[in-house]
């Protein structure tokens, strides 16, 4: 079939929307409509290159939509099923997946590469070449096939470009928070970066029973909207945020660090550190780029203070609970979706959104079809 997409040919260009041949769903696959698509920093850092994923490559991994057709051999899902995709697969078999860790399921290990999981070709192709697809999901389509286990079906009374924030972005803060952080009542919590990751770290951190939360960033648009999702205290940087936090709690400092920046250097993990006290947690949510491999930080602190710094992939979380637990929140008013959305776009407007990101007008931006 004939359908349109975002594809990332080079990197340091802009997206090119385009017509693209799709096939049929092979073994284990589905064809699904898109209803909504984040419009997360990763794919970003696709094009820009940090993260140096092969091109050419169909952008968007957080997404939802609608089943069209399945292939032989799909369980549970059927034509007309509401689907929020995980952007990573979970197979339900290996030893990460059976220990409640799905988020580093062993199927991850071919994200990168953005073939299909089954037999590690392409569905999608466009000027005579086989496209990839980011997470192997290409949300930024009007259709896409895509493997099973990136599928969790939702009940249908939840719009798609509200439940396509849970597919990355909702999951992912608010995960780092309660999972990967471990945010108990009363603690002071600090999230570095707000975006579309950290103002979700924000919720989790405020849903967990945190006392104080210190949202971090340099763009006042985005300090202003903070409060609306929880936080108690705001700063232009960590200098600042380390001078409020030492007021705050009398010198103790905070209980967990939480690093969602949209790009992050060696030197923030040593800037996370100092923000913490005795026993406190840095949790490291944003990507770096792929090359760096340097860390500035006191090693001291690890054994005097017992201090500890934690990597968090989605959150930490296991999607197939934990989407259905977050959207169950949404529906008693205890999870803030449609106030995540600053702007709405169509597809042609892709490279409009991601400016929009970068100059700091945005919580997130969603295409809808």
């Known amino acids: 079939m004939k359908t349109r997409a975002a594809i990332c040919w080079e990197q340091n260009t802009e997206w090119t929307v385009e017509e693209i041949d799709l096939d049929p769903p092979q073994s284990g696959e589905v064809l699904v409509r898109m209803g909504g698509s984040g419009l997360c920093r990763s794919d970003e850092h696709i094009l820009r290159g940090d993260l140096p994923f092969p091109l050419p490559m169909i952008g968007g991994h957080e997404g939802a939509g609608v089943v069209e057709e399945v292939g032989p051999g799909v369980r549970g899902l059927e034509p007309g099923d509401h689907v929020v995709f995980g952007f990573i697969a979970a197979c339900g078999r290996c030893p990460a997946c059976s220990t409640g860790h799905q988020n580093l399921c062993d199927l991850g290990m071919y994200m990168p590469e953005g073939w299909q999981v089954s037999d590690h070709t392409a569905r999608h192709h466009a000027r005579g070449q086989d496209l990839r697809t980011t997470c192997m999901l290409g949300t930024f389509a009007e259709h896409s096939v895509v493997n099973e286990a990136n599928c969790i079906k939702i009940e249908q009374d939840v719009p798609l470009d509200r439940a396509c924030l849970l597919g990355c972005g909702v999951v992912t803060g608010w995960g780092s928070a309660v999972n990967a952080g471990e945010v108990r009542a009363g603690d002071t919590v600090v999230v570095i970066g707000i975006g579309g990751i950290g103002i979700n770290a924000v919720q ?69 550190l100092r923000l913490c006290g005795k026993r406190g947690r840095v949790v490291v949510t944003n990507v770096h780029n792929a090359e760096e491999s340097t860390v500035s930080m006191n090693p001291l602190d690890l054994t005097l203070m017992e201090k500890q710094v934690r990597g968090a992939l989605f959150g930490s979380a296991n999607p197939r609970v934990d989407i ?46």
């Open 204 to 272: 989790g951190a405020a849903l967990a029973g945190a006392e104080r939360i210190l949202a971090v960033d340099p763009v006042q648009y985005k300090r202003d909207r903070a409060p609306e999702f929880g936080a108690t205290h705001v700063a232009h940087d960590t200098d600042e945020g380390f001078a409020l936090l030492q007021e705050l709690t009398r010198g103790r400092l905070a209980d967990v660090v939480i690093n969602t920046k949209d790009l992050g250097t060696g030197s923030d993990i040593g800037d996370a």
């Open 324 to 369: 259905p637990r977050l959207l169950d929140l949404y529906r008693n008013d205890k999870l803030k979706l449609d106030e995540l959305i600053t702007h709405r776009y169509k597809l042609n407007e892709v490279n409009d959104g991601y400016e929009d990101m970068r100059q700091g007008r945005i919580l997130r931006g969603v295409i809808t079809f």
